[in-house]
């Protein structure tokens, strides 16, 4: 079936250093949909992506949409102990009732 | 608007047992959902509704869960004869109608079945 993979897991990096998330489809997505999820939290939206090749900033946070639109990444500048939290991606099935099917997340753990 | 309500933040039953939890979505949104999380795990899909119509229900989902949205706003999730497994956090989530609408999440219903 349709499935969405993050990679890493998670990340433990020092305040100050960059993150790179990346999130993999194994089908076309037609958009690609980010959120944060920080400890004990329910996850909240960040972005959509929906253009092939799309890159969206958001103060230190940049997104990418790959050109096949079949993965997308999510870069932090210069980590802040503010960032800690677990990053999901999302995308829709296909099909009629389209819903969305999401990554497992990578947590990210900020050494101050 | 105050964002999602969920009903209540914490629940504690006995296995066997019958429990409800209530979702009161953004009040705009046509489309709610019913998600479950586990620890270190992405929100699992379990049901969603458009206005008050049940579209789609996980294949994952036992019988003995059942949802509903009876005027097509506030929606509940029953779960009959709870067993351990069912220890988790029900999220609720709102959207507007419409592919790539962001959903919109509550703060959860955390179970424990003991």
């Known amino acids: 079936g349709q499935q969405v993979m993050q990679i890493p897991q998670y990340q433990h990096v020092q305040e100050g250093e960059d993150f790179t998330t990346y999130c993999n489809s194994s089908t076309t997505l037609s958009n690609i949909q980010w959120y944060k999820q920080r400890p004990g939290g329910h996850p909240v939206f960040l972005i959509q992506?929906?253009?092939s090749g799309e890159v969206k900033k958001q103060k230190r946070l940049t997104f990418q949409f790959g050109e096949a639109k079949k993965n997308s990444s999510l870069h932090i500048t210069a980590t802040q102990t503010t960032d800690v939290g677990t990053y999901f991606c999302a995308g829709p099935t296909t099909g009629n009732n389209r819903k969305l099917i999401w990554g497992l997340g990578t947590s990210l753990a900020v050494n101050p | 608007d105050t964002g999602v309500s969920q009903d209540p933040r914490h629940k504690i039953t006995k296995r066997g047992q019958n429990v409800t939890f209530r979702c009161d979505p953004i009040?705009?949104?046509?489309?709610l959902y019913w998600y479950r999380q586990t620890l270190g795990q992405g929100p699992e899909f379990l049901t969603y509704f458009q206005n008050e119509a049940q579209l789609e229900k996980s294949r994952l989902l036992s019988d003995r869960f059942s949802a509903e949205r009876p005027k097509g706003s506030f929606s509940t999730l029953e779960i009959q004869r709870t067993e351990q497994g069912d220890s988790a956090m029900y999220l609720c989530?709102?959207?507007?109608?419409?592919?790539?609408?962001?959903?919109?999440f509550g703060n959860g219903t955390r179970l424990t079945v003991t």
């Open positions: 989530a709102s959207s507007f109608d419409g592919e790539g609408s962001p959903l919109h």
């Open positions: 009040s705009e949104h046509n489309r």
């Open positions: 992506l929906v253009k």
